[in-house]
Every structure is written in C-alpha cells, then in structure tokens.
C-alpha cells in the first residue's frame, strides 16, 4: 500500500550517525539532575543564612556542599560570599518565608531524583531539609 523511502530524512546531518556524538547514561543524567537540585538548595540556605544565621543552616550549607562535590566529581561548589535578598519593598520575614517554601520545593525535587537513582545518602539530606523547612507555612 504504501512505497517505502528511499532517501535520507531531511532531518539527519549528512555524514554523521547516531554514534557520532556523546551519549550520556540514565545514571549520569540523573546525577546531573541531582547535583543542580542540591546546588540550588546549597543557594537557598546560604541565602538563609545570610538573613537568619544559625548552626543547623550552616551544618546544613557544608553537608550540602559536601554532596554536590561529590556528584559532580570534583571541587566543592562555587558559593557566594555575601548574599543579599531583596524583591523590592518586602519585609525580611517575607524574605525569610519565601525562601523557606522556596528551600522545601527544591529539597522535594531533590528528594524525587535521590530516589529515582536510589541514592540514599543524598534521599535522606534531601529529606532531612525538607523537614527543617516544612515548619514554616507553605501557603503564599
């Protein structure tokens, strides 16, 4: 019924094939997933400590850095020295708030990915800060 085709699809590049290019692992990917969720946390708590210092945010802040590191396999992450949050007029317990809801968020998708990959010790941080988050109202 239907003539098969017989040339090349316009969307492949001539001279190349499949093999051609890197192709990453479900494992990899999902550690590079994992390390970006845990360095955009590491950002929210270190934004937190910036407004709120306390031990646990900065035993959180190292455990953090410490995971990231060795996910990516190298150096510990790059984190900002002087972090300062402002969104034009709000309070710094709005700030504060919105960074713990933020903070969860971000903890959850880490959470989602440790498992999906069966990382135990990057589930259990994940969840560890999801609790210390979730003592702060989550609704806006």
Do not use: C, N
Request: charged share 20%; aromatic share 2%; proline share 4%.
């Amino acid at each position: 019924m239907y003539e098969p085709i017989r040339t090349k699809s316009v969307h492949t590049m001539a001279g190349t094939t499949s093999s051609d290019f890197p192709h990453r692992s479900r494992e990899e990917e999902l550690d590079i997933q994992l390390a970006g969720h845990l360095a955009a946390l590491l950002a929210a708590t270190d934004e937190l400590r910036a407004l709120s210092p306390s031990a646990d945010l900065d035993m959180a802040a190292e455990a953090l850095a410490a995971r990231v590191a060795w996910l990516r396999g190298g150096p510990a992450p790059v984190r900002s020295v002087s972090v300062s949050v402002s969104d034009g007029g709000a309070s710094g317990a709005d700030d504060i708030a919105g960074l713990h809801r933020r903070a969860h968020t971000l903890a959850g998708r880490a959470l989602v990915v440790a498992a999906s990959r069966a990382d135990t010790a990057s589930a259990i941080l994940a969840a560890e800060r999801m609790d210390a988050h979730a003592g702060v109202p989550l609704s806006a």
